[in-house]
C-alpha cells in the first residue's frame, strides 16, 4: 500500500483522510464536505483502510462501534430478561425436576417456558457468556484500531494549517482587524492566561489543552478489560474458594477450604430490637412485627501446631476469639468467614427413661447424644439399653424400613435394644416422637422425658484472590472515565491570513459551550474577528450570544 | 421525636419553596427572548436564590433525620427516605449544572419533576425504620448516597431531553414521535393520579382488613388503604362494613397492589381526559410554550453533559461501591440480584448512549430520547424492582 503525499510534502500513511500536519483533506469525500469528521484527526485507522482478508474483516467487526454498542445493548435484553423470574439460584429446589416444577407452579405456562428456554440459569449459560466475550474483545480491537493512529496524529500535528481545514471546522471565523501582530500577541496572551499549551509558528497559533483526555477512553476499557480478566481467573483453581460450614455450639471442626485451620462455636446469638431500647422505632415495629437487629456467631479460630499430625485435635494452637456478624466477617490468612445462615433450637441430646409398663417403675435414665450417639447405655445391675439403629431426620418406613431425610437431627428416631434381669434376651423397640412400634408386646418401654437443644451457625469461607485484581480494574476505569468525562481536548487556531485578516477555527472532542466561553473571553481581550457554530443555527441568528456573560 | 418532627417540618418547606421556585422560573422564561446562554435576568435570579433556600431546608430534613434514628444511620433505608433523597439531590444536580449553563427552562422542568418525586415519596410509611443486619454497614450509606447523587444527574440529562424535545417536535401534525412525547407526559399524569388517589383515602382515613392464605398456605393479614376491588387469595374481611372486593386473585398476586395500581391509573386516566377535554389537543401542548425559549444546542449540550458528569459517579456508587459492600454483607461481590442486575443495565444502557453519540454522532432528538428512556429504567429500578420483583434489596 503506497504512502499518500500531501501537498505540503508530508508523507501520510495509507488511508488517511486528513495531512497529519497541515490537516489538508485528501479523500475526495473530505474535499466535498463543508465540515470535516475531527474524529480520531482523519488519520488511517486499520478498520478504515483494510477489508480483504478474512482477519481484516474480524478486525473490522470488532472494531465497529455499531456492533460494539448491539453487543451493548444484548447484554443488557438478556440480563433483563433474567431479572423477569428470580433465577435458579434463588428457588428453593435442587433438582431439575424440582426446580420446572417450581417455574411451572408459580408462572404457569410462561414459567415452564422460561426454564425450557433456558432462561433459568441465564448469567452462567453459554450464550450469555459468549456475549461477555465478545465485548470484551471487542473493546480491545476497537481501542487499538483508534488508539495508536490517534496518538500518531496528534504528535505529528503542525502549529500551523492548511485554510482548507480552518474552513473546515465548526467553529470558525475569518475578519480583518487593526493590528494583526498585536491581536496575536494577545490572543497568546490570554489563551496562556486560561491555561492553554500554545506554541506559534509563522503567523500562526494553536492553543491546546486537556489532550491527555483523550486517552480516557482507553484507560477505562483497559480498566474493563482487567476486571473482566480478573473474573476469567476465579475459574482456574486456588484463585477462589468457596465453602459453607453449619457449626453447632460447642462444636469444633476442621475449616473446609483451608486446611489446618479449626472453628469453634461458642455462641450463636440473634438479637431483635425493641421498643423500649429502640423507641424511635417503634412505630415500624408496630407495623412489621419484629425485626431482627444482628446476627452473631462468637467463635475461637485455631490453628494447627507445628508438626502435629493433621487432624489431632489436641495440638491445636488458639488464634483469636472473634464475633462475626453481618457486614463483619472473620479475617484470616486471606481467608473471610462470613455470618450466613443459622438454625436455632436444634435437638442436641434426648433424655429417656426405661419403665417397667405393669409396675411403671423406672429402671433409671439416659441421654442420647443426638450427634456422635453412643451404642449401649447402662443403667446398674444388668440392666442396659442397646442403641441398634438411629436415623436422625425420621420420615417414615420404605420397604419395612426407616429411612432418614437428612443427617440432621430434626425428627429423631431410634430403634432400642431394652435388656434387663427379668428379660436377658432383650426386647425390641422403635422409638420416634410421639410413636412407639414394638414388634411384639413388650414388657418394657423408653419414654422420652427431655430434650436438650442448641442453636447451630452457618458460615460461609471464602478465599477470593481475584479480589485485588477486579479493584485494579475497577480503579483503572474509574481513572480512565473521569479523565475523559471531566476534561476535554479543546484546541483553538489563530492565523493571519490576507492583509489584515485573521482566521480563527475551534475544535473540542466534547463541551462545545466551554470552548466558545474560552474563545469570547480570547476574542474579547484580543479583538479577534467574530466567528460562528455552524451546528448552532439558533444562538447565530441572535448573534448576542456570550455577551452576557 | 422532637428532631424527628422538625426534620418533617423542613421538608415540607423544601417542597414549597420548590414550587415558589418553580413559577419564578416560569417568569423568566416569558421574560427571554431567547436562551442561547444566558443571563442574568432577575427572575431567574429570585427563582435560583428560592431553589437554594429549599435545597438547604431539603439538607436540614436529610440531617436532622440522621441524627435523629440515634443509630447513626443515614435516611436512605427506606422508599419513603430514599426517594426524598431522591428528589433532594435532582434539585441539587440541577443547581449545579444551573450555574454551568444558566438556563431557567432547565429549572422549570427539573423542579416540578423533584415535587412529583417528593410527592411520592410521602405516599410510603414515614416512620424510622431499624435496619436489618444486612443493611449495618457504612458501605451500604456510601453506596446509596453516591449512586443516587449519580442517578439524579443522569435524571438532568432526561429534564434537557424533555425540553429539547418539547421545543423540537411538532404538535401539530400527528407523528410517532408526538405520540411517544405525549406517553411520557401521560406517564407523569399516572404518577400524579396515584398521589392524589393515595392522599385523598389517607386524608379520609380508609382501612379494611382482611385474612387470606399466602403463597406459603399459611394465613396472613393484610389492610388496604384503598377501597379493595381486588381480593387476596381465600380473603375473608375483618371489616365486613367496607367494600367486597370486586375478584380474587391467586396467590402468587399481589392483590393490594394490583389494587393500588388500579386506582392511580383510573385516576391518571381521569385526569388526563378531562384535560384533553378541556384542552382539545395533545397536553403536551400545554407545555410546550415553555421549552419554546430554550436554545436547542444549549439544552442537547445539557443533556450530554450531564451524562457525563453522572455515569462515573453512577458507576462509583452504583456498581463499585454496590460491589464492595456486597462483598462484607454476602461474601460475594455480586450475585445477580435483580436490584444488581437493574444497575448494571442502566450502566449499561448510558454506555450505549455515549458511544452513540460519539461515534455515531446521535445527537438532538435522538439522543434526548436516549435520555428519557434511561431515566425511565431508573426510575424502574428504584420503584418497579423495589416493588414488584422484590429481592435481597426490598425495603419496606
Ligand atoms: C460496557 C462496556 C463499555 C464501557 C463501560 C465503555 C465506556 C466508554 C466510555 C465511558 C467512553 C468515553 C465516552 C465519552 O467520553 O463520551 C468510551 C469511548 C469509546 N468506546 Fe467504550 N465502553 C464499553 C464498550 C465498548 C465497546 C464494546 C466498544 C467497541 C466498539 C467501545 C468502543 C469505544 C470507542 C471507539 C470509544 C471512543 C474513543 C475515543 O473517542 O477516543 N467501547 N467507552
Same mark, same amino acid.
Given at each position: 500500500?503506497?504512502?499518500?503525499?500531501?501537498?505540503?510534502?508530508?508523507?501520510?500513511?495509507?488511508?488517511?483522510?486528513?495531512?497529519?500536519?497541515?490537516?489538508?483533506?485528501?479523500?475526495?469525500?473530505?474535499?466535498?464536505?463543508?465540515?470535516?469528521?475531527?474524529?480520531?484527526?482523519?488519520?488511517?485507522?486499520?478498520?478504515?483502510?483494510?477489508?480483504?482478508?478474512?482477519?481484516?474483516?474480524?478486525?473490522?467487526?470488532?472494531?465497529?462501534?455499531?456492533?460494539?454498542?448491539?453487543?451493548?445493548?444484548?447484554?443488557?435484553?438478556?440480563?433483563?430478561?433474567?431479572?423477569?423470574?428470580?433465577?435458579?439460584?434463588?428457588?428453593?429446589?435442587?433438582?431439575?425436576?424440582?426446580?420446572?416444577?417450581?417455574?411451572?407452579?408459580?408462572?404457569?405456562?410462561?414459567?415452564?417456558?422460561?426454564?425450557?428456554?433456558?432462561?433459568?440459569?441465564?448469567?452462567?449459560?453459554?450464550?450469555?457468556?459468549?456475549?461477555?466475550?465478545?465485548?470484551?474483545?471487542?473493546?480491545?480491537?476497537?481501542?487499538?484500531?483508534?488508539?495508536?493512529?490517534?496518538?500518531?496524529?496528534?504528535?505529528?500535528?503542525?502549529?500551523?494549517?492548511?485554510?482548507?481545514?480552518?474552513?473546515?471546522?465548526?467553529?470558525?471565523?475569518?475578519?480583518?482587524?487593526?493590528?494583526?501582530?498585536?491581536?496575536?500577541?494577545?490572543?497568546?496572551?490570554?489563551?496562556?492566561?486560561?491555561?492553554?499549551?500554545?506554541?506559534?509558528?509563522?503567523?500562526?497559533?494553536?492553543?491546546?489543552?486537556?489532550?491527555?483526555?483523550?486517552?480516557?477512553?482507553?484507560?477505562?476499557?483497559?480498566?474493563?478489560?482487567?476486571?473482566?480478566?480478573?473474573?476469567?481467573?476465579?475459574?482456574?483453581?486456588?484463585?477462589?474458594?468457596?465453602?459453607?460450614?453449619?457449626?453447632?455450639?460447642?462444636?469444633?471442626?476442621?475449616?473446609?477450604?483451608?486446611?489446618?485451620?479449626?472453628?469453634?462455636?461458642?455462641?450463636?446469638?440473634l438479637d431483635t430490637y425493641s421498643k423500649e431500647e429502640d423507641a424511635v422505632f417503634s412505630q415500624a415495629i408496630d407495623r412489621v412485627g419484629t425485626i431482627v437487629s444482628n446476627y452473631q456467631s462468637d467463635v475461637t479460630l485455631y490453628k494447627e501446631a507445628?508438626?502435629?499430625?493433621?487432624?489431632?485435635?489436641?495440638?491445636?494452637?488458639?488464634?483469636?476469639?472473634?464475633?462475626?456478624?453481618?457486614?463483619?466477617?472473620?479475617?484470616?490468612?486471606?481467608?473471610?468467614?462470613?455470618?450466613?445462615?443459622?438454625?436455632?433450637?436444634?435437638?442436641?441430646?434426648?433424655?429417656?427413661?426405661?419403665?417397667?409398663?405393669?409396675?411403671?417403675?423406672?429402671?433409671?435414665?439416659?441421654?442420647?447424644?443426638?450427634?456422635?450417639?453412643?451404642?449401649?447405655?447402662?443403667?446398674?445391675?444388668?440392666?442396659?439399653?442397646?442403641?441398634?439403629?438411629?436415623?436422625?431426620?425420621?420420615?417414615?418406613?420404605?420397604?419395612?424400613?426407616?429411612?432418614?431425610?437428612?443427617?440432621?437431627?430434626?425428627?429423631?428416631?431410634?430403634?432400642?435394644?431394652?435388656?434387663?434381669?427379668?428379660?436377658?434376651?432383650?426386647?425390641?423397640?422403635?422409638?420416634?416422637?410421639?410413636?412407639?412400634?414394638?414388634?411384639?408386646?413388650?414388657?418394657?418401654?423408653?419414654?422420652?422425658?427431655?430434650?436438650?437443644?442448641?442453636?447451630?451457625?452457618?458460615?460461609?469461607?471464602?478465599?477470593?484472590?481475584?479480589?485485588?485484581?477486579?479493584?485494579?480494574?475497577?480503579?483503572?476505569?474509574?481513572?480512565?472515565?473521569?479523565?475523559?468525562?471531566?476534561?476535554?481536548?479543546?484546541?483553538?487556531?489563530?492565523?493571519?491570513?490576507?492583509?489584515?485578516?485573521?482566521?480563527?477555527?475551534?475544535?473540542?472532542?466534547?463541551?462545545?459551550?466551554?470552548?466558545?466561553?474560552?474563545?469570547?473571553?480570547?476574542?474579547?481581550?484580543?479583538?479577534?474577528?467574530?466567528?460562528?457554530?455552524?451546528?448552532?443555527?439558533?444562538?447565530?441568528?441572535?448573534?448576542?450570544?456570550?455577551?452576557?456573560? | 421525636?422532637?428532631?424527628?418532627?422538625?426534620?418533617?417540618?423542613?421538608?415540607?418547606?423544601?417542597?414549597?419553596?420548590?414550587?415558589?421556585?418553580?413559577?419564578?422560573?416560569?417568569?423568566?422564561?416569558?421574560?427571554?427572548?431567547?436562551?442561547?446562554?444566558?443571563?442574568?435576568?432577575?427572575?431567574?435570579?429570585?427563582?435560583?436564590?428560592?431553589?437554594?433556600?429549599?435545597?438547604?431546608?431539603?439538607?436540614?430534613?436529610?440531617?436532622?433525620?440522621?441524627?435523629?434514628?440515634?443509630?447513626?444511620?443515614?435516611?436512605?433505608?427506606?422508599?419513603?427516605?430514599?426517594?426524598?433523597?431522591?428528589?433532594?439531590?435532582?434539585?441539587?444536580?440541577?443547581?449545579?449544572?444551573?450555574?454551568?449553563?444558566?438556563?431557567?427552562?432547565?429549572?422549570?422542568?427539573?423542579?416540578?419533576?423533584?415535587?412529583?418525586?417528593?410527592?411520592?415519596?410521602?405516599?410510603?410509611?414515614?416512620?424510622?425504620?431499624?435496619?436489618?443486619?444486612?443493611?449495618?454497614?457504612?458501605?451500604?450509606?456510601?453506596?446509596?448516597?453516591?449512586?443516587?447523587?449519580?442517578?439524579?444527574?443522569?435524571?438532568?440529562?432526561?429534564?434537557?431531553?424533555?425540553?429539547?424535545?418539547?421545543?423540537?417536535?411538532?404538535?401539530?401534525?400527528?407523528?410517532?414521535?408526538?405520540?411517544?412525547?405525549?406517553?411520557?407526559?401521560?406517564?407523569?399524569?399516572?404518577?400524579?393520579?396515584?398521589?392524589?388517589?393515595?392522599?385523598?383515602?389517607?386524608?379520609?382515613?380508609?382501612?379494611?382488613?382482611?385474612?387470606?392464605?399466602?403463597?406459603?398456605?399459611?394465613?396472613?393479614?393484610?389492610?388496604?388503604?384503598?377501597? !379493595?376491588?381486588?381480593?387476596?387469595?381465600?380473603?375473608?374481611?375483618?371489616?365486613?362494613?367496607?367494600?367486597?372486593?370486586?375478584?380474587?386473585?391467586?396467590?402468587?398476586?399481589?392483590?393490594?397492589?394490583?389494587?393500588?395500581?388500579?386506582?392511580?391509573?383510573?385516576?391518571?386516566?381521569?385526569?388526563?381526559?378531562?384535560?384533553?377535554?378541556?384542552?382539545?389537543?395533545?397536553?403536551?401542548?400545554?407545555?410546550? !410554550?415553555?421549552?419554546?425559549?430554550?436554545?436547542?444546542?444549549?439544552?442537547?449540550?445539557?443533556?450530554?453533559?450531564?451524562?457525563?458528569?453522572?455515569?462515573?459517579?453512577?458507576?462509583?456508587?452504583?456498581?463499585?461501591?454496590?460491589?464492595?459492600?456486597?462483598?462484607?454483607?454476602?461474601?460475594?461481590?455480586?450475585?445477580?440480584?435483580?436490584?444488581?442486575?437493574?444497575?448494571?443495565?442502566?450502566?449499561?444502557?448510558?454506555?450505549?448512549?455515549?458511544?452513540?453519540?460519539?461515534?455515531?454522532?446521535?445527537?438532538?432528538?435522538?439522543?434526548?430520547?436516549?435520555?428519557?428512556?434511561?431515566?425511565?429504567?431508573?426510575?424502574?429500578?428504584?420503584?418497579?424492582?423495589?416493588?414488584?420483583?422484590?429481592?435481597?434489596?426490598?425495603?419496606?
Amino acid at each position: 500500500m503506497s504512502k499518500i503525499t500531501c501537498q505540503c510534502g508530508h508523507e501520510n500513511p495509507f488511508g488517511a483522510v486528513l495531512c497529519e500536519r497541515c490537516g489538508r483533506p485528501q479523500t475526495e469525500e473530505a474535499k466535498k464536505s463543508k465540515l470535516i469528521d475531527m474524529r480520531y484527526e482523519g488519520s488511517a485507522r486499520r478498520s478504515q483502510t483494510y477489508k480483504r482478508s478474512i482477519i481484516d474483516k474480524i478486525w473490522n467487526f470488532f472494531s465497529s462501534v455499531k456492533i460494539g454498542v448491539s453487543i451493548i445493548v444484548a447484554v443488557l435484553a438478556t440480563s433483563a430478561i433474567g431479572t423477569l423470574f428470580p433465577q435458579k439460584l434463588f428457588v428453593p429446589a435442587t433438582t431439575e425436576v424440582d426446580i420446572l416444577a417450581y417455574y411451572e407452579k408459580h408462572y404457569g405456562f410462561a414459567g415452564t417456558l422460561y426454564y425450557k428456554l433456558g432462561f433459568y440459569d441465564m448469567y452462567n449459560s453459554w450464550w450469555f457468556i459468549t456475549l461477555v466475550g465478545m465485548l470484551a474483545i471487542s473493546i480491545i480491537i476497537a481501542s487499538i484500531d483508534r488508539v495508536v493512529p490517534l496518538y500518531k496524529s496528534l504528535k505529528k500535528q503542525r502549529t500551523k494549517r492548511h485554510v482548507s481545514f480552518m474552513r473546515r471546522q465548526r467553529i470558525y471565523g475569518l475578519g480583518t482587524v487593526e493590528d494583526t501582530d498585536m491581536s496575536m500577541a494577545k490572543a497568546e496572551e490570554k489563551l496562556k492566561a486560561l491555561r492553554y499549551n500554545v506554541k506559534t509558528e509563522d503567523g500562526a497559533i494553536l492553543a491546546e489543552r486537556g489532550r491527555f483526555s483523550r486517552w480516557g477512553p482507553y484507560v477505562n476499557h483497559t480498566g474493563l478489560i482487567i476486571f473482566l480478566l480478573g473474573v476469567l481467573l476465579r475459574g482456574l483453581p486456588g484463585f477462589y474458594v468457596d465453602e459453607a460450614l453449619w457449626l453447632r455450639e460447642g462444636e469444633t471442626r476442621a475449616i473446609p477450604g483451608a486446611p489446618g485451620y479449626y472453628l469453634k462455636n461458642n455462641q450463636f446469638i440473634l438479637d431483635t430490637y425493641s421498643k423500649e431500647e429502640d423507641a424511635v422505632f417503634s412505630q415500624a415495629i408496630d407495623r412489621v412485627g419484629t425485626i431482627v437487629s444482628n446476627y452473631q456467631s462468637d467463635v475461637t479460630l485455631y490453628k494447627e501446631a507445628e508438626g502435629g499430625l493433621p487432624g489431632e485435635s489436641e495440638q491445636l494452637e488458639l488464634v483469636k476469639d472473634y464475633s462475626i456478624i453481618v457486614n463483619k466477617p472473620l479475617n484470616f490468612d486471606g481467608f473471610n468467614v462470613f455470618q450466613m445462615d443459622y438454625r436455632l433450637d436444634e435437638l442436641k441430646s434426648m433424655t429417656f427413661q426405661l419403665t417397667e409398663k405393669a409396675s411403671e417403675t423406672s429402671l433409671g435414665e439416659f441421654t442420647v447424644d443426638l450427634i456422635n450417639p453412643e451404642p449401649i447405655y447402662h443403667l446398674g445391675e444388668g440392666t442396659y439399653v442397646e442403641l441398634k439403629d438411629y436415623y436422625a431426620d425420621y420420615d417414615g418406613f420404605e420397604d419395612g424400613k426407616p429411612k432418614s431425610k437428612t443427617p440432621i437431627p430434626n425428627n429423631p428416631a431410634f430403634f432400642f435394644k431394652m435388656v434387663t434381669p427379668a428379660k436377658p434376651d432383650g426386647e425390641m423397640s422403635f422409638v420416634a416422637i410421639r410413636e412407639t412400634v414394638e414388634t411384639e408386646l413388650n414388657d418394657y418401654k423408653a419414654t422420652f422425658l427431655s430434650a436438650e437443644t442448641r442453636d447451630v451457625t452457618g458460615l460461609v469461607i471464602r478465599k477470593d484472590k481475584t479480589l485485588y485484581i477486579l479493584l485494579l480494574g475497577g480503579i483503572i476505569f474509574m481513572i480512565g472515565v473521569a479523565q475523559g468525562s471531566y476534561w476535554n481536548h479543546r484546541r483553538i487556531w489563530i492565523q493571519k491570513g490576507e492583509g489584515d485578516e485573521l482566521v480563527l477555527a475551534g475544535h473540542t472532542n466534547k463541551n462545545w459551550f466551554g470552548l466558545k466561553k474560552d474563545l469570547d473571553k480570547v476574542k474579547d481581550f484580543a479583538n479577534l474577528p467574530l466567528y460562528e457554530d455552524r451546528q448552532d443555527a439558533e444562538s447565530s441568528s441572535d448573534e448576542v450570544k456570550g455577551d452576557n456573560l | 421525636m422532637e428532631l424527628a418532627s422538625l426534620s418533617a417540618n423542613l421538608l415540607l418547606v423544601s417542597f414549597i419553596a420548590y414550587l415558589v421556585a418553580t413559577m419564578f422560573f416560569g417568569g423568566a422564561v416569558k421574560g427571554t427572548n431567547s436562551e442561547a446562554t444566558h443571563q442574568n435576568n432577575r427572575w431567574g435570579n429570585i427563582a435560583i436564590v428560592i431553589t437554594i433556600i429549599g435545597f438547604i431546608s431539603h439538607l436540614g430534613y436529610f440531617i436532622l433525620r440522621w441524627i435523629a434514628t440515634g443509630h447513626g444511620q443515614a435516611p436512605v433505608s427506606n422508599m419513603f427516605e430514599f426517594t426524598t433523597a431522591f428528589g433532594m439531590m435532582i434539585v441539587g444536580a440541577f443547581i449545579l449544572l444551573f450555574f454551568i449553563y444558566r438556563t431557567p427552562s432547565l429549572g422549570l422542568f427539573a423542579l416540578p419533576l423533584a415535587v412529583i418525586i417528593i410527592g411520592y415519596a410521602s405516599m410510603f410509611p414515614r416512620e424510622l425504620s431499624p435496619l436489618i443486619p444486612a443493611l449495618q454497614s457504612y458501605w451500604l450509606t456510601v453506596h446509596v448516597i453516591t449512586a443516587a447523587i449519580g442517578e439524579a444527574i443522569l435524571a438532568i440529562s432526561a429534564v434537557a431531553g424533555l425540553v429539547f424535545l418539547l421545543k423540537n417536535i411538532d404538535l401539530t401534525k400527528k407523528s410517532k414521535q408526538r405520540f411517544w412525547l405525549e406517553s411520557v407526559i401521560f406517564t407523569l399524569i399516572l404518577v400524579v393520579g396515584f398521589i392524589l388517589s393515595s392522599s385523598t383515602f389517607a386524608v379520609i382515613g380508609y382501612e379494611a382488613k382482611f385474612t387470606y392464605i399466602n403463597q406459603n398456605e399459611q394465613q396472613a393479614q393484610i389492610v388496604y388503604n384503598y377501597p !379493595p376491588l381486588f381480593g387476596m387469595n381465600e380473603y375473608e374481611s375483618l371489616t365486613p362494613e367496607k367494600m367486597t372486593p370486586l375478584a380474587e386473585m391467586p396467590a402468587i398476586v399481589n392483590a393490594k397492589t394490583l389494587t393500588t395500581f388500579v386506582w392511580s391509573v383510573a385516576t391518571g386516566i381521569v385526569l388526563y381526559l378531562l384535560l384533553r377535554l378541556i384542552l382539545r389537543r395533545p397536553v403536551a401542548t400545554l407545555f410546550q !410554550p415553555f421549552a419554546k425559549k430554550a436554545n436547542s444546542q444549549v439544552m442537547d449540550e445539557i443533556g450530554y453533559r450531564s451524562v457525563l458528569i453522572g455515569f462515573p459517579v453512577f458507576t462509583l456508587g452504583a456498581l463499585i461501591f454496590a460491589m464492595i459492600w456486597a462483598h462484607e454483607a454476602w461474601s460475594r461481590f455480586w450475585g445477580w440480584d435483580p436490584k444488581e442486575v437493574w444497575a448494571l443495565i442502566t450502566w449499561l444502557f448510558y454506555a450505549a448512549y455515549l458511544h452513540l453519540r460519539l461515534s455515531r454522532g446521535w445527537e438532538g432528538k435522538k439522543s434526548a430520547w436516549l435520555a428519557v428512556i434511561g431515566f425511565i429504567i431508573i426510575m424502574f429500578n428504584l420503584i418497579a424492582v423495589n416493588l414488584i420483583i422484590a429481592g435481597l434489596h426490598s425495603y419496606a
